[in-house]
């Protein structure tokens, strides 16, 4: 029974002492867009070496292997900075370590510029990754924790258009300042939006449900205060908080908590869609495309036009994923949009294997497949890829698998990127398409046996849903985990 001295009977007083900001809507807005700038900073500092490489190569006369090892230390270092920064993000908060890593941001972009041989750059590269894998893992969590359940969807998908912004950004720079600026000012651009993002996130809100957990409920509401416009709102969010935490078991905490087999369905739906989001090729195709399109015969100036309609694609279509996934949902997002991913690898492969020229049939064929392989690819599974780390876990174990989550996308994404052109060597650039696309058929088939549909739960609901079991999908009617609980 609750008694008057009992956190649960102090609830209506912590949060009827509350400030509600009448600016609320706004603050969570400015929140996620700050936040998600670090999608940016990822998506322009993975995404510049695309036409950046060309120019390395030649300052540097690397070889393949060095081409490979250039292009991804930064992935080398974004497993390494998922998992370490997992740990800042439980200890220090969400916010705090957003500030930590956009102050390595900034350090590894101009340690990349400054580099004076390819020995240095690969370094600087790896330390730079710490920042980009720090941030998949905390802004997604920060995001999410922020946002009210009816718009978790939209708001952690800005960190995906944040992304593809990034990328488009680079592609930009690759194509028009690359014989203007060179290649270092083009990496040493990233530090300014960092140290922006650095500075800002000092007077933005912290993560209502890391401070329940650490600071208590009371300063929890005062936070919810700044992003909530409703005391009802505020009221029944701090009492789920609050009833999550009262089961909260020391077993359950860190990485132990993986291991239960309660939560065992959220470790092996978060953990196969986070392998199949960067297994499935896009990464293959934002880092390589220029290359691929030369060595198949096409200029070095058509490739990189290439290059940006890819990037153009990939802006648009995570851009829509963001304002429909709700509306639409995660599963059923990546079962529609998947088989068209396979379909277009397949008319890539064979169009490669019949070897165009530029300017023939053939090579517009090559390009309408790529684009296509970008719409479904990164409307479908992207959208979903980081928002599943950010909303499937509890709270007990929250830190530790985003870290886990976070190491995965960039584990996978490191395999694919520095095997790529050794796989093209083996396979032929046909047989490479075809393979890529064998996977993304395994990605359809892992989502409709093993990914229920998480769209308009909140974060306290698919809790509930993963210790009452029901936790799965149900397969042909894709239902929601609030139907389930």
Same mark, same amino acid.
């Given at each position: 029974?609750?008694?008057?001295?009992?956190?649960?009977?102090?609830?209506?007083?912590?949060?009827?002492?509350?400030?509600?900001?009448?600016?609320?809507?706004?603050?969570?807005?400015?929140?996620?867009?700050?936040?998600?700038?670090?999608?940016?900073?990822?998506?322009?500092?993975?995404?510049?070496?695309?036409?950046?490489? &060309?120019?390395?190569?030649?300052?540097?006369?690397?070889?393949?292997?060095?081409?490979?090892?250039?292009?991804?230390?930064?992935?080398?270092?974004?497993?390494?900075?998922?998992?370490?920064?997992?740990?800042?993000?439980?200890?220090?908060?969400?916010?705090? !370590?957003?500030?930590?890593?956009?102050?390595?941001?900034?350090?590894?972009?101009?340690?990349?510029?400054?580099?004076?041989?390819?020995?240095?750059?690969?370094?600087?590269?790896?330390?730079?990754?710490?920042?980009?894998?720090?941030?998949?893992?905390?802004?997604?969590? $920060?995001?999410?924790?922020?946002?009210?359940?009816?718009?978790?969807?939209?708001?952690?998908?800005?960190?995906?258009?944040?992304?593809?912004?990034?990328?488009?950004?680079?592609?930009?720079?690759?194509?028009?300042?690359?014989?203007?600026?060179? #290649?270092?000012?083009?990496?040493?651009?990233?530090?300014?939006?960092?140290?922006?993002?650095?500075?800002?996130?000092?007077?933005?809100?912290?993560?209502?449900? #890391?401070?329940?957990?650490?600071?208590?409920?009371?300063?929890?509401?005062?936070?919810?205060?700044?992003?909530?416009?409703?005391?009802?709102?505020?009221?029944?969010?701090?009492?789920?908080?609050?009833?999550?935490?009262?089961?909260?078991?020391?077993?359950?905490?860190?990485?132990?908590?993986? !291991?239960?087999?309660?939560?065992?369905?959220?470790?092996?739906?978060?953990?196969?869609?986070?392998?199949?989001?960067?297994?499935?090729?896009?990464?293959?195709?934002?880092? $390589?495309?220029?290359?691929?399109?030369?060595?198949?015969?096409?200029?070095?100036?058509?490739?990189?036009?290439?290059?940006?309609?890819?990037?153009?694609? $990939?802006?648009?279509? !995570?851009?829509?994923?963001?304002?429909?996934?709700?509306?639409?949902?995660?599963?059923?997002?990546?079962?529609?949009?998947?088989?068209?991913?396979?379909?277009?690898?397949?008319?890539?492969?064979?169009?490669?294997?019949?070897?165009?020229?530029?300017?023939?049939?053939?090579?517009?064929?090559?390009?309408?497949?790529?684009?296509?392989?970008?719409?479904?690819?990164?409307?479908?599974?992207?959208?979903?890829?980081?928002?599943?780390?950010?909303?499937?876990?509890? &709270?007990?174990?929250?830190?530790?698998?985003?870290?886990?989550?976070?190491?995965?996308?960039?584990?996978?994404?490191?395999?694919?990127?520095?095997?790529?052109?050794?796989?093209?060597?083996?396979?032929?650039?046909?047989?490479?398409?075809?393979? $890529?696309?064998?996977?993304?058929?395994?990605?359809?088939?892992?989502?409709?046996?093993?990914?229920?549909?998480?769209?308009?739960?909140?974060?306290?609901?698919?809790? !509930?849903?993963?210790?009452?079991?029901?936790?799965?999908?149900?397969?042909?009617?894709?239902?929601?985990?609030?139907?389930?609980?």
């Amino acid at each position: 029974m609750t008694t008057p001295n009992s956190p649960a009977a102090s609830l209506p007083s912590a949060v009827n002492s509350v400030d509600i900001s009448p600016n609320a809507d706004r603050t969570l807005w400015i929140a996620t867009i700050v936040a998600a700038i670090c999608g940016g900073l990822y998506g322009y500092d993975t995404g510049i070496i695309s036409g950046a490489l &060309l120019l390395i190569t030649r300052d540097f006369h690397l070889s393949i292997t060095q081409q490979e090892w250039v292009a991804s230390a930064i992935l080398a270092g974004a497993a390494v900075g998922a998992i370490g920064f997992g740990w800042s993000s439980e200890k220090f908060g969400r916010r705090a !370590t957003v500030i930590f890593v956009t102050m390595v941001f900034v350090i590894g972009s101009l340690a990349c510029a400054f580099a004076p041989d390819v020995t240095a750059l690969i370094s600087a590269r790896f330390f730079l990754g710490l920042a980009v894998g720090g941030s998949t893992q905390v802004v997604p969590t $920060y995001i999410s924790e922020l946002a009210p359940h009816h718009r978790r969807g939209n708001l952690v998908t800005m960190f995906n258009v944040a992304i593809g912004v990034g990328i488009l950004l680079a592609n930009i720079a690759g194509l028009l300042m690359r014989d203007q600026w060179g #290649w270092r000012p083009m990496v040493a651009a990233a530090a300014l939006p960092a140290a922006f993002v650095c500075i800002t996130m000092f007077f933005l809100p912290k993560s209502p449900r #890391w401070t329940a957990r650490n600071e208590g409920l009371g300063e929890a509401a005062e936070q919810l205060g700044r992003i909530r416009s409703s005391r009802e709102v505020i009221r029944r969010e701090v009492r789920e908080i609050h009833s999550n935490m009262q089961r909260i078991d020391t077993k359950e905490k860190g990485w132990k908590g993986l !291991t239960l087999p309660w939560v065992r369905p959220a470790v092996i739906a978060a953990l196969g869609v986070a392998f199949f989001t960067q297994a499935g090729g896009l990464e293959m195709m934002i880092y $390589y495309t220029p290359t691929f399109l030369t060595d198949a015969g096409f200029g070095p100036e058509w490739s990189l036009w290439a290059s940006l309609g890819v990037a153009i694609v $990939y802006c648009i279509m !995570t851009l829509l994923g963001c304002l429909f996934v709700d509306r639409i949902g995660r599963r059923r997002l990546m079962l529609i949009m998947g088989p068209g991913a396979v379909v277009s690898l397949i008319g890539l492969g064979i169009c490669f294997a019949l070897h165009p020229t530029a300017g023939s049939v053939g090579s517009y064929a090559v390009l309408a497949f790529l684009l296509l392989f970008m719409l479904f690819n990164s409307g479908g599974i992207q959208v979903v890829g980081w928002l599943t780390g950010a909303e499937m876990f509890p &709270l007990p174990m929250r830190g530790a698998a985003t870290s886990a989550h976070a190491a995965v996308l960039w584990g996978s994404n490191l395999v694919v990127t520095a095997t790529t052109l050794q796989l093209v060597q083996f396979l032929t650039l046909g047989g490479t398409m075809w393979f $890529y696309a064998a996977i993304n058929l395994a990605s359809v088939i892992f989502v409709w046996f093993l990914v229920p549909e998480t769209a308009g739960a909140s974060l306290e609901n698919i809790e !509930t849903a993963l210790r009452r079991g029901t936790f799965r999908p149900h397969i042909g009617q894709s239902p929601r985990i609030l139907d389930n609980i």
